[in-house]
């Protein structure tokens, strides 16, 4: 086995995680949207179902977005098919594979590059321009939710195609099985609960919104830096957002963004454990 050859099988598990892992929110947004249409009394215009469309969108959206990113340091599918397409000399020959290769007798990663870059084009100005960053420049449209679903279901076929052929094994992608719709058929709000008005948070969970709070503005202040030198993007550490005059240093948003995430994800987690009956 090729060095190159070595490196895609293990970029081909790898993204075979990440789809998979799509194809699982996939199922889920699905099975949601299925719940609440077989449920008449939830056919009512509420907040919530837009919370969870847009949810729903901006993950998948990312995750697409993370299979297009083309770099050195990065694992992805269209990373992938650009390193066969210049090394096609590489690729293991159609006699060299079973039986299942006839179907892919005759790839083309350039080509297939190609197909994925054009279908995901409007998602990948959605995550750039609006997701990941405030951007000036006007979108022409936002994507809609058939891009997205034909968009997964070509980077699954064509990850099965590329696994078959350098690993030679026929893989089928599917999402994960485990029963996290139960969780539906238990009341989410008891009977016997103060309404929503009446509710207020006890002394530890306040503190804990303060303390978060806290935490969120000092990494607004102290922000992570990062300087781009002959097309080579370089982290450049912390340091406090006033001190940095240069014009060459940038906030790092997309990390600042996950920290952030990650930040007030476990505090919601540490504000559900802190609950209990009000002081």
């Given at each position: 086995?090729?060095?190159?050859?070595?490196?895609?099988?293990?970029?081909?598990?790898?993204?075979?995680?990440?789809?998979?892992?799509?194809?699982?929110?996939?199922?889920?947004?699905?099975?949601?949207?299925?719940?609440?249409?077989?449920?008449?009394?939830?056919?009512?215009?509420?907040?919530?179902?837009?919370?969870?469309?847009?949810?729903?969108?901006?993950?998948?959206?990312?995750?697409l977005r993370r299979q297009l990113k083309r770099k050195d340091n990065s694992i992805s599918l269209c990373g992938l098919l650009f390193d066969m397409s210049e090394n096609k000399n590489d690729i293991p020959k159609y006699e060299k594979n079973n039986i299942f290769t006839h179907e892919?007798?005759?790839?083309?990663?350039?080509?297939?590059?190609?197909?994925?870059?054009?279908?995901?084009?409007?998602?990948?100005?959605?995550?750039?321009?609006?997701?990941?960053?405030?951007?000036?420049?006007?979108?022409?449209?936002?994507?809609?939710?058939?891009?997205?679903?034909?968009?997964?279901?070509?980077?699954?076929?064509?990850?099965?195609?590329?696994?078959?052929?350098?690993?030679?094994?026929?893989?089928?992608?599917?999402?994960?099985?485990?029963?996290?719709?139960?969780?539906?058929?238990?009341?989410?709000?008891?009977?016997?609960?103060?309404?929503?008005?009446?509710?207020?948070?006890?002394?530890?969970?306040?503190?804990?919104?303060?303390?978060?709070?806290?935490?969120?503005?000092?990494?607004?202040?102290?922000?992570?830096?990062?300087?781009?030198?002959?097309?080579?993007?370089?982290?450049?550490?912390?340091?406090?957002?006033?001190?940095?005059?240069?014009?060459?240093?940038?906030?790092?948003?997309?990390?600042?963004?996950?920290?952030?995430?990650?930040?007030?994800?476990v505090s919601v987690i540490g504000w559900l454990l802190l609950k209990s009956k009000l002081d």
């Amino acid at each position: 086995m090729s060095n190159k050859v070595e490196k895609w099988s293990k970029w081909l598990d790898v993204i075979g995680v990440q789809i998979r892992n799509m194809l699982t929110k996939q199922d889920t947004h699905h099975t949601v949207l299925k719940i609440i249409a077989e449920n008449k009394a939830l056919h009512q215009n509420n907040p919530f179902y837009d919370h969870l469309l847009h949810t729903y969108m901006a993950y998948i959206s990312v995750s697409l977005r993370r299979q297009l990113k083309r770099k050195d340091n990065s694992i992805s599918l269209c990373g992938l098919l650009f390193d066969m397409s210049e090394n096609k000399n590489d690729i293991p020959k159609y006699e060299k594979n079973n039986i299942f290769t006839h179907e892919y007798a005759f790839i083309d990663p350039g080509e297939d590059l190609e197909k994925i870059k054009k279908l995901s084009e409007t998602i990948e100005e959605f995550v750039d321009r609006r997701i990941a960053h405030t951007d000036k420049r006007p979108l022409d449209r936002l994507p809609n939710p058939n891009e997205i679903e034909e968009c997964i279901s070509m980077m699954k076929d064509i990850h099965k195609k590329y696994y078959l052929v350098i690993k030679n094994f026929n893989i089928e992608l599917m999402p994960a099985m485990y029963e996290w719709d139960q969780i539906f058929k238990i009341p989410w709000i008891q009977e016997n609960e103060p309404n929503r008005a009446g509710r207020s948070m006890n002394e530890k969970q306040k503190k804990l919104v303060i303390g978060t709070g806290v935490i969120l503005i000092l990494m607004a202040l102290f922000p992570p830096f990062i300087v781009t030198i002959n097309g080579m993007t370089l982290n450049v550490g912390y340091s406090f957002i006033l001190f940095q005059s240069q014009q060459v240093y940038q906030v790092h948003t997309s990390l600042l963004f996950i920290q952030w995430l990650f930040v007030i994800s476990v505090s919601v987690i540490g504000w559900l454990l802190l609950k209990s009956k009000l002081d």
